[in-house]
């Protein structure tokens, strides 16, 4: 948390059960030039019942209506082991890996190998035993608020800031709940809702297609931004189709980056240190357009403006007209007085 947007990759399930794709996103994710790559860390058993349905876009993502969330999901559970080889592999490639925990024990794990920032994801955000853990655990917490009332977002800061987690470390991150989101459902102005509410850093965990809500998210104040991100949107699994592809990625991160150059400044309108070269190139003086003698009267018959702005500048118009000429003028000389 500190003063440059952060960035979180989440490669989420998208490795499909798989090291060798875990590995690669991590890769994708250091060429990106990302802040941390991201996943998921659970224990099917403890999150899902046995017969509950998948989400709509889960089965349409994965096209099989058929089987259960439970089944869908145990095959994209990592285990520890896999986990400790994923942490050395973002270790070797200097990136920082992040985890989102969806149950109790993987709570405790996550902060057993050392994680330090805990990240609510949106479905857990009324469950009250587990943010009362994560709250004991950590110290710094990332909170995606979608599917969230007002009221549910105050209950759930609720809890940290009664475990003594001070503000200034809570970070609330507008989402909305659906791959993809819908545009007309994004409702960024909402992330500045939040903000006034509870004078906590703000953020954007993003499930649109493509890469302009982040951007314009990035705009508005964001300070973390979430994405998810994929080897390939056309692979088998719940969330490759609302995920980046590498490049997408890539091209996120250098228009964030370039947003926060943009938005950097002082906020008071004036001429910038690149621009003020072109003070001169690009504004006019006031200059003789005919051929003027010593003593005439400058008319608007006689005088006209033109570049460069090295001379007397066209705001002195009215000035300069209708005073005596003190010196002879050939056509396009600049007016001296």
């Known amino acids: 948390m500190n003063q440059e947007v952060i960035i979180i990759a989440e490669a989420g399930v998208n490795h499909n059960g798989s090291l060798e794709k875990a590995f690669k996103l991590v890769d994708v ?3 990106a030039g990302v802040d941390f790559v991201k996943f998921q860390t659970f224990k099917t058993e403890l999150v899902i019942g046995k017969n509950a349905k998948k989400a709509d876009y889960q089965i349409e993502n994965t096209k099989n209506a058929e089987e259960s969330q439970f089944d869908m999901l145990k095959k ?11 942490i050395q592999y973002c270790i070797k490639k200097n990136i920082n890996f992040f985890s989102t925990a969806f149950d109790l024990d993987s709570l405790q794990y996550l902060k057993d190998i050392g994680l330090e920032i805990v990240k609510i994801p949106s479905g857990e955000i009324t469950n009250l035993p587990y943010l009362r853990k994560a709250a004991k655990l950590f110290k710094k917490v990332i909170i995606s608020t979608g599917m969230s009332t007002l009221s549910e977002i105050k209950d759930a800061v609720a809890v940290f800031e009664e475990e003594g987690v001070p503000k200034k470390n809570i970070a609330i991150l507008h989402c909305n709940t659906e791959y993809p989101t819908p545009f007309e459902d994004v409702n960024l102005l909402a992330m500045l809702h939040i903000q006034r509410e509870f004078a906590t850093e703000i953020g954007y965990s993003d499930h649109t297609l493509g890469i302009d809500v982040p951007i314009a998210a990035v705009a508005l ?3 973390i931004i979430e ?21 997408e990625l890539k091209n996120m991160v250098s228009a964030i980056r370039n947003i926060e150059k943009a938005i950097a400044g002082n906020g008071i309108k004036g001429p910038s240190n690149s621009e003020l070269k072109n003070i001169v190139i690009a504004r006019k003086s006031i200059v003789a357009q005919v051929n003027i003698k010593k003593g005439d009267i400058f008319t608007e018959n006689n005088l006209t403006v033109k570049r460069p702005g090295s001379g007397i500048s066209a705001i002195k118009w009215d000035e300069i007209l209708n005073t005596a000429a003190k010196k002879d003028f050939n056509k396009d000389d600049q007016i001296e007085i």
Do not use: R, Y
């Open 227 to 247: 994405k998810h991100f994929t080897l390939d949107k056309n692979l088998e699994g719940p969330d490759h189709a609302a995920s980046l592809e590498p490049e």
């Open 76 to 86: 994209l559970e990592l285990s520890h082991e896999q986990h400790e080889q994923l």
């Open 29 to 31: 994710a250091v060429e």
């Open 221 to 223: 104040g964001a300070k």
